[in-house]
């Protein structure tokens, strides 16, 4: 026979099985859950009512699912699949040929599945017509026609995939997904608003997204996520991954290994969390005009990112352990303040072009701050801080503790203000690397330095010991570059006061320190 029916002589109203041989064949299930196998013939399955599975065989082959949610699967040859009314899944697997597919009525699905081993190159996009049109460009070329279906499932296989996803604007199609599966993937969604569901799995992927709110998941390796224009949710999974939400309010989650984390100009307000591994929030400002920025803690120990001027937007962010912030162009200001109850342990901020602000007088999170060109302001908290000022006329203030500033070219202004009396504990010893007695000045608050009326209090020794022993209330020692606070003149040792500073540009013991005079000197207060 060319058709054998199993169970019973004929197809019934029950749940049948069809199997064809190598004629072409037609044939139908009528009522109940069949199953319809072509063969090598151009056959005809008509699945009837009911859930059933049409599989065409190797001719080109006519298969409709009919009533019910139904599962074809054309096989080798150029087919053409019509599911019928129903939720219908209509598969195209490796090898199989260049097939028609409308999916009809109810919510259906075109699944593809790529090589097993070489990497495929999958495009999908419209034509004038209004249907979505799935091409593969390498190996061996085909493409599905595909009307009135809702969603696209794309399961890349081995190898290095790509797939690209174009604009599907008058096309059925709602919602696309793509599982790259081994292999270095990249999903690129960039030209479509249609959302998409992409997963990296192993090897180091790229997946980007466009308009839409998107869902991605980067799996192991080294991933990149970009969300594009839609509220996304970017999650990069193992490995050590670069997340970028772009426009929209975006919920960004690190996973396991050392990830970025990262705001650009224009995007939205973020929900942003590291979790395991070392992360970093880095943030980029406007290139023109100055940004305004906070960085404080609320009240369940989240950093709080704001940027309050041109347009404002909101970081809220936890598990992460580092903010990178550039200023780009224009007048930039940043405020940190305390973050002891967050896990933030160091943030950095670049100010690039325009005279820049960074004041963590606030915070005990030990900064680093670089003003680049400009005439900055670089004020330092609790922590151990390092300065930068780059070029221009920079104010450089360590703040409470062991600091290392480095004025840069330009005439620099190095300060030492406690806001209170000295104390030693309170000021710490800042390491000034880069004294330009031509050019820079050392500026000393009365206030702290208590005693300190004008120059005349300035002396400048041979060496330590001559310092404890001098009658300036400030001392500085020609032979170690140590600058002391010494209000007991010349009694012996400092008492409770003594070193703050040290000036020895290159630190190295075999060259001298530079040479000072009372006039590096200005006070104020």
């Keep these: 026979m060319a058709v054998i029916w199993t169970p019973g002589p004929r197809p019934t109203n029950g749940a049948d099985t069809g199997i064809s041989d190598a004629t072409s064949d037609n044939f139908s299930g009528f009522g109940g859950s069949d199953t319809l196998i072509g063969g090598d013939g151009d056959d005809t399955l008509n699945g009837g009512a009911g859930r059933d599975w049409l599989q065409g065989g190797d001719g080109i082959d006519l298969l409709n699912g009919g009533g019910g949610s139904d599962t074809i699967q054309g096989d080798l040859g150029d087919d053409t699949f019509t ?38 190159t999958f495009l999908l996009e419209q034509d004038a017509e209004g249907r979505a049109i799935f091409d593969r460009l390498n190996l061996v070329p085909f493409t599905l026609t595909v009307d009135t279906v809702e969603s696209f499932e794309v399961n890349g296989g081995g190898g290095n995939d790509i797939f690209e996803v ?3 604007t008058e096309t059925s199609v709602s919602a696309v997904s793509f599982t790259g599966g081994a292999g ?43 969300g594009g224009d839609g509220i996304d949710l970017l999650n990069g999974g193992g490995g050590s991954d670069t997340i970028q939400g772009d426009l929209g309010d975006d919920t960004f ?57 041109l347009v404002p937007f909101t970081l809220t962010v936890d598990t992460v352990e580092s903010f990178e912030v550039n200023g780009g162009g224009g007048n930039d200001i940043f405020e940190v303040n305390d973050l002891e109850e967050t896990s933030v342990s160091a943030v950095s901020f670049t100010g690039g072009a325009g005279n820049d602000s960074l004041d963590g007088s606030g915070t005990s999170t030990p900064l680093t701050g670089s003003g680049d060109a400009g005439n900055d302001t670089l004020i330092g908290g609790d922590g151990d801080d390092t300065f930068n000022g780059g070029a221009g006329r920079d104010w450089l203030q360590g703040g409470n503790s062991n600091d290392i500033l480095t004025g ?54 041979a060496n330590d010991a001559a310092a404890s022993t001098s009658f300036g209330v400030i001392t500085y020692s020609r032979g170690t570059g140590n600058l002391f606070f010494n209000p007991n003149l010349s009694s012996s040792g400092f008492g409770t006061d003594g070193l703050f500073a040290n000036i020895d540009n290159d630190n190295n013991p075999l060259t001298a320190a530079p040479v000072l005079a009372a006039t590096n000197f200005e006070i104020v207060g």
């Design 184 to 226: 270095n993937d990249s999903l690129d969604g960039s030209g479509t608003s249609t959302p998409l569901t992409g997963s990296g799995d192993a090897g180091n992927d790229t997946l980007i997204g466009g308009d839409g709110d998107d869902t991605f998941n980067g799996g192991a390796g080294r991933d990149w996520l970009q």
């Design 408 to 461: 840069g070219a330009g005439s620099d202004r190095f300060v030492f203000s406690s806001g209170a009396s000295f104390n030693a504990d309170d000021l710490g010893v800042d390491q000034i690397t880069d004294f330009n007695r031509n050019a820079d000045t050392i500026v000393l608050d009365s206030t702290t330095f208590v005693g300190l009326e004008d120059l005349s209090d300035i002396r400048i020794v």
């Design 166 to 168: 174009n604009d599907l």
């Design 83 to 120: 599911g019928g009314s129903g939720n219908d899944r209509l598969i195209w697997n490796n090898g199989d040929g260049s097939d028609r597919i409308s999916g009809n009525a109810g919510s259906d699905v075109v699944e593809v599945n790529g090589a097993a081993g070489a990497g495929d």
């Design 253 to 309: 989650t690190g996973g396991s290994g050392n990830d970025r984390l990262i705001w650009n100009n224009g995007d939205g307000s973020d929900r942003i969390s590291g979790n395991a591994g070392s992360d970093v929030v880095e943030v980029n400002g406007a290139a023109g005009a100055g940004d305004t920025f906070l960085l404080e803690q609320d009240a369940e120990g989240r950093a709080i990112f704001d940027r309050l001027n």
